[in-house]
């Protein structure tokens, strides 16, 4: 029950088990084919470009930034916690001048901070966390992306706690690139950057005065790939990892059978009743309203005079693994939850029950059972 790598569908890991096919072979080129039709359709961006390749969630905001951006372009940071930071080191590897709006620990950063900002400067582009997975803050895109069509400055949304948990509609709401990691909820094992480029990102990068400053994450290295894909005929820049691609179409088909819309009704169904839960016997989130919680993940304070590292492993021995803190200023105070991908009703009783369990072992002060009847009369 941790924020990724998270449990996949046995259907998913079976896929990874099936014979590895040659990268140009018809059966694999098929699959590619369509893991990049369906991207589409679960973004939400029937106009957009999109990309697979082998890396982790990191390699996809690598890739967003080294194509679009050019040494000496500004650049604004919307940050909610510890991966707003490693945005601003990769925009700063690439010559940007960085701004970083950072919220308040557990809070969004003001749209009208954003607005003054904006319109301060001549920003190039501007990052957003979908989910900020060291504080399980939710952000809304839409807004930011409207403000930023306004001033001319492109939007990345990382994506990789949320894409396909949270709604993303792309083309609706006008963002640039959206990015993810198979591992969230994706529902694959790690291993590959997913990213989806809109039109006007993919002029961006064509228009470049300068050559891109990355060999492997180029799109010129990529695109090509893509294309040739999805016209299936055989291609190669980058031996595929051809396994993870299989385990990516069927979790993309699981994902568009359900339908993306009641995929993310559900996780938002399962979140709220599992934040009322946590909130039920005392716990507080880290996230400080619940319209800015996310429905992939939630952060949760450890109670005064609980210890967290007896707690974790308490939990541990009752059978549920849950994520540390993460975010450097709070990391010993608080505890992770990932509760999206293919996470069932049972899974999440177990992790309530567990975590009463350790918590009534440090003698915390509460009403045994609480959590688990209000999830379950909730769900
Ligand atoms: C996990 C995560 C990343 C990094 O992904 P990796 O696959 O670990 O490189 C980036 N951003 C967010 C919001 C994440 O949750």
Request: aromatic share 8%; with cysteine; hydrophobic share 40%.
């Amino acid at each position: 029950m941790i924020p990724g790598p998270i449990e996949v569908d046995p259907s998913v890991l079976r896929a990874m088990g099936e014979v590895t096919t040659s990268h140009v072979a018809p059966n694999f080129i098929e699959s590619f084919g369509n893991s990049i039709e369906l991207m589409r359709k679960i973004w939400m961006a029937p106009n957009g470009q999109p990309f697979i390749v082998a890396g982790s969630g990191t390699l996809a905001m690598d890739m967003a930034v080294c194509n679009l951006l050019e040494s000496g372009d500004s650049a604004l940071v919307i940050s909610t916690g510890y991966f707003g930071e490693r945005y601003k080191n990769i925009l700063a590897t690439y010559g940007a001048n960085v701004t970083v709006l950072q919220a308040e620990i557990g809070e969004i950063v003001p749209l009208e901070k954003i607005e003054k900002e904006l319109a301060s400067k001549d920003y190039k582009l501007l990052t957003i966390t979908h989910v900020d997975t060291s504080t399980g803050v939710l952000n809304d895109p839409e807004p930011i992306a409207k403000l930023a069509k306004i001033h001319n400055t492109l939007t990345i949304l990382d994506g990789v706690c949320a894409t396909a948990g949270e709604i993303t509609k792309q083309d609706d709401w006008g963002i640039d690139i959206v990015l993810t990691g198979s591992q969230k909820a994706i529902g694959v094992p790690p291993g590959l950057a997913l990213l989806v480029a809109s039109k006007k990102a993919m002029k961006v990068w064509k228009n470049r005065k300068t050559p891109v400053q990355n060999y492997y994450g180029s799109f010129n290295n990529w695109l090509p790939i893509m294309e040739a894909y999805e016209e299936r005929k055989p291609s190669y820049f980058g031996t595929p990892p051809v396994n993870l691609i299989r385990a990516l179409e069927v979790s993309l088909a699981l994902i568009d059978k359900e339908g993306i819309e009641n995929r993310v009704s559900s996780h938002i169904h399962y979140a709220k009743a599992f934040r009322k839960a946590i909130q039920k016997i005392g716990l507080q989130l880290v996230p400080k309203r619940n319209e800015i919680a996310a429905n992939t993940m939630s952060a949760i304070y450890y109670p005064d005079g609980v210890d967290g590292n007896q707690f974790r492993k308490d939990i541990g021995e009752y059978g549920v693994i849950l994520a540390g803190g993460l975010h450097a200023e709070i990391k010993a105070k608080y505890f992770r939850v990932g509760h999206m991908g293919a996470i069932t009703k049972s899974d999440i009783v177990a992790t309530l029950s567990a975590i009463e369990y350790a918590l009534q072992k440090q003698n915390y002060n509460f009403n045994f059972g609480e959590s688990v009847g209000s999830f379950l009369k909730e769900i």
